[in-house]
């Protein structure tokens, strides 16, 4: 782990396994951190915010170490990536690109670090000067999920680092061999001591001890309900600033008006891309009814000829699920499906003679909006899919949810677009298009998929809080209080 410059492990010496999910096999071991190691951790980052060089960067220079983080993520994407791929199952293709394509978000926020600003204030007193200015939280702890950590790491880090703040960033438990990787680059990049820590652990102790820490100020969480409730109770304890990025069941809706073969490619991308493995992955399906039997026996075919297999071969077009929870889970909510009346259009088990946590790309017709998967986050490649006739309903059905992160909307009708854009409760809308991401745009959903945006400008004001000064400018002395005008 890397805890205030040094690469330590746990302080009693504990490690446990991370698996291979193509094999199923050990393939490294990892430090188990403490409650003591946590608070180490969250001191470092504290003095390094308080008192260390860290403190007295300008934003100028602060915004130069961040851009050298930047230059060499895109140098190491190969080897960043081919680790992240033996650790989660993710396709090679998709890691390289992604850990390549993140130096853009460190880029983005290395630019933003001296644009953060303050404003004077048409007060109405007179002889009063009233300004303010953002100055930075403190210790940041970050929490993200295995899935796409390194994005979801730039997106925390990057704002947070730009706007002054210290960061403790704890690993997924399930696969945190990049992370420390990436623990290296923020050393060679000039950091000073302290103000990244990575450390590494199960939720308890280690997420438990981070997020109910006195001395963290904010704390920045992607994955599930379960855990974002732990740390909501946790931050009682220091009254932490809180986000949560809790996943979704994102609808996918298509009109009779689309292009059809664009929405089928997008639906693709959108589901059995990364194996179903993403926050945003667009897990229900809504097809208008004239076009609905057309549309399903396209993407049947596509679906019948993804090739699944190791995740670091270039033809691999579907790699393996991360962890053999996710398996279960999801061969236990295909077969409530079947049971409640669901018709398994193509997939629904764990494909023939291969080793590793492999299941195939499903597709489920679905005759109930009431049927427990059409809102249970299975986060795989299972796509659940209905008919409507009307926008009305199209609206009414993508809103029957507990979720509200993302939705996909194709048409040609532009008028539509926006209107149903606006209708749906979703925090992302794509329309004709699909997992589209950049620096630039926040994102962040509503409802049971959280709270609070990451990415876009306006999170590195998330990671700052205003500071209000009022000067008198006159030269006569104040009067007595006790005399009222």
């Keep these: 782990m890397l805890i205030d410059g040094e690469w330590v492990g746990a302080s009693d010496g504990g490690i446990f396994d991370s698996v291979n999910p193509a094999t199923g ?26 008192q260390g060089p860290w403190a007295r960067k300008t934003p100028t220079e602060r915004g130069k170490c961040l ?28 890691t390289r690109w992604q850990a390549k394509y993140i130096a853009e978000f ?15 204030l048409p007060i109405d007193k007179p002889d009063l000067f009233v300004f303010t200015m953002r100055e930075p939280l403190g210790v940041v702890a970050a929490v993200v999920p295995w899935n796409s950590q390194l994005f979801l790491a730039a997106v925390k880090i ?14 997924s438990e399930y696969a945190s061999a990049a992370m420390l990787e990436f623990g290296e680059l923020v050393e060679e990049a000039g950091f000073p001591a302290g103000v990244v820590n990575i450390i590494t652990g199960h939720g308890n102790p280690c997420g438990r001890e981070l997020t109910s820490h006195p001395l963290v100020a904010r704390i920045s969480f992607t994955g599930g309900p379960n855990a974002a409730r732990s740390i909501l109770e946790n931050s009682k304890n220091n009254f932490a600033e809180v986000s ?3 996943g979704g069941k994102s609808p996918f809706l298509v009109f009779d008006d689309a292009n059809i073969d664009s929405a089928v490619s ?18 229900r399906l809504y097809l208008h009814e004239n076009i609905a039997d057309e549309f399903l026996e396209k993407m049947v075919e596509i679906a019948s000829r993804v090739k699944i297999g190791d995740p670091l071969a270039e033809e691999t ?26 018709k398994v259009l193509i997939g629904g088990k764990r494909p023939k003679g291969m080793e590793g946590q492999y299941y195939e790309p499903t597709i489920i017709d679905c005759p109930r909006q009431d049927m427990r998967i059409m809102d249970t986050e299975l986060f795989g490649p299972v796509l659940c899919v209905q008919r ?28 539509r677009a926006l209107r149903v854009s606006k209708a749906v409760r979703a925090g992302i809308v794509w329309v004709n298009t699909y997992r589209a991401v950049s620096p630039i745009a926040e994102f962040g959903g509503i409802k049971g998929s959280g709270y609070g945006r990451e990415s876009g400008f306006q999170a590195m004001y998330d990671y700052t809080r205003p500071k209000t000064v009022w000067m008198n400018m006159s030269d006569e002395p104040m009067e007595n209080p006790f005399i009222m005008r």
């Excluded at 071991?29 to 003095?47: G, I, M, S, W, Y």
């Design 158 to 171: 990057g704002p947070a680092l730009a706007a002054g703040n210290t960061v403790v960033l704890k690993a």
């Design 25 to 50: 096999a050990v393939w490294c071991r990892v430090p188990e951190a403490t409650a003591e190691d946590v608070d180490r951790a969250v001191r470092a980052a504290d003095r390094a915010f308080q």
């Design 67 to 94: 851009r050298r983080l930047a230059e060499l993520l895109a140098e190491r994407s190969e080897t960043l990536g081919r680790t992240e791929t033996i650790d989660t199952g993710k396709m090679l293709k998709e």
């Design 244 to 246: 949560l990025e809790l």
């Design 317 to 342: 077009q579907m790699g393996p699920l991360c962890t053999l929870g996710q398996l279960a889970h999801i061969e236990r909510e295909v077969a409530l499906a079947v049971e409640a009346g669901g």
């Design 388 to 415: 409507f006739r009307t926008e009305e309903e199209a609206i009414r059905l993508a809103n029957h949810t507990t979720h509200g992160l993302a939705a996909g909307i194709f048409t040609q009708n532009s008028a």
């Design 266 to 283: 997008g639906s693709v991308a959108g589901i059995f891309g990364a194996a179903g493995q993403s926050c945003v992955a667009g897990s």
């Design 106 to 120: 460190f880029q983005f926020y290395a630019g933003c670090a001296d644009k953060i600003s303050g404003k004077t």
